[in-house]
């Protein structure tokens, strides 16, 4: 996968804007809030129809301009293609595909992204949700088909605790709910068992990475955690399970309002060498393990969409340490990934040059 242009117009604090990419290394030189963090924001979002730092459109478009423009020309499996996204303040986006309109659900999966930001950082430390998250992007862009039943589990969620709150608050009956378990449970069986599928691959490829960065000192193991399970092995029959846990656990979902069983509510477990990372790793071991995981969901989507993503690195460079920028730029060199990278000092990088360099300043690249 390789994108060879950009434009933007009223994006962001960018009037106008035109780019041709390096087919390999692209990197994005200057100060804080001149706008480097804008281009990779925008080709993120022409991944996966969503901003990594807003959820609101509007936020995208220039100050007092009416509306935005984000065009870009990018290969897959050598076919030429174009995405382009209209924003406007007073009417809902549009997406084009190749000049065809298309529904936001159909673009996951036409452009493939890793994105690797500071944020990233609490990856491990963090909540469950981000864990999630993570997980469910980089299956979305390997299977759309996934991203389809995400969005319909999350409507059957939403329609569920209403319904809930309705018969805490005596306006409904119970037996609406055998309608809303069947399909909770039908959509939760596909989507658990394509993450326990997909974090199988994803540990063999972290381990292997980790073992890289560590010098063979640190073994990474992730494990998929069902809410709930509490340990047993219920992987063998989830619908049954999935019933009887939504069934035993009515009365308190109706007192709270929600759904307390689901893959809404997994998450993700790593370990070091027996070790779980999040409540016992020292931040460099959490940093490995961070840098491990982005490297695997690369040959994750390699291996199942037959080339390599296109790799953001947004500000990253400054919070790795000397060796762990080492083993991220000699494997990307060595795997040929094209990735746009933005930092402040160009000490950051090997003194040879790697690709190209762009200075960013006001809104303004030059080469």
Do not use: C
């Not at 986006?93 to 990233?120: A, M, W």
């Not at 037996?175 to 939760?188: K, R, T, Y």
């Amino acid at each position: 996968m390789n994108i060879y242009s950009l434009k933007l117009k009223d994006y962001r604090n960018y009037s106008e804007l035109k780019l041709t990419f390096d087919p390999n290394i692209n990197v994005f030189l200057g100060q804080n809030a001149q706008g480097k963090t804008n281009i990779i924001e925008a080709v993120y979002y022409a991944s996966l129809g969503r901003s990594h730092r807003t959820h609101t459109d509007n936020d995208l478009i220039r100050w007092e301009q009416p509306g935005a423009l984000v065009q870009l020309g990018f290969t897959r499996l050598g076919v030429e293609n174009k995405l382009e996204f209209q924003f406007s303040r007073e009417k809902r986006r549009r997406i084009l595909l190749n000049d065809h309109p298309i529904r936001p659900k159909e673009l996951v999966g036409s452009l493939n992204t890793v994105l690797f930001s500071p944020e990233d950082l609490f990856l491990i430390k963090g909540a469950p949700a981000l864990r999630r998250r993570f997980l469910d992007g980089e299956i979305s862009q390997a299977s759309p088909a996934y991203y389809h039943e995400l969005t319909k589990y999350s409507k059957i969620i939403t329609q569920r605790n209403n319904l809930l709150k309705k018969i805490r608050e005596r306006k409904a009956g119970t037996e609406m709910l055998e309608l809303w378990d069947a399909q909770l449970v039908d959509s939760a069986v596909k989507i658990t068992l394509k993450r326990l599928e997909a974090v199988k691959k994803l540990n063999m490829l972290a381990n292997l990475m980790q073992r890289r960065i560590s010098g063979n000192l640190e073994n990474l193991a992730i494990a998929y955690e069902i809410h709930g399970a509490d340990g047993d092995n219920v992987t063998s029959d989830l619908h049954s399970w999935y019933n009887k846990e939504l069934a035993s656990h009515r009365e308190i979902d109706i007192i709270r309002g929600s759904t307390g069983r689901g893959p809404h509510l997994d998450d993700i477990i790593l370990t070091v060498n027996g070790i779980n990372l999040r409540s016992f790793g020292s931040q460099g071991q959490q940093r490995t393990g961070v840098l491990s995981l982005k490297l695997a969901e690369l040959e994750f989507l390699r291996s199942e969409t037959g080339e390599y993503p296109v790799l953001l690195l947004d500000d990253v460079m400054s919070e790795l340490d000397a060796s762990r920028r080492s083993q991220l730029m000699e494997f990307i060199r060595r795997e040929r990934i094209q990735t746009m990278i933005t930092a402040t000092d160009s000490a950051y990088f090997p003194a040879e040059r790697i690709g190209t360099y762009y200075q960013v300043a006001a809104g303004r690249i030059t080469r």
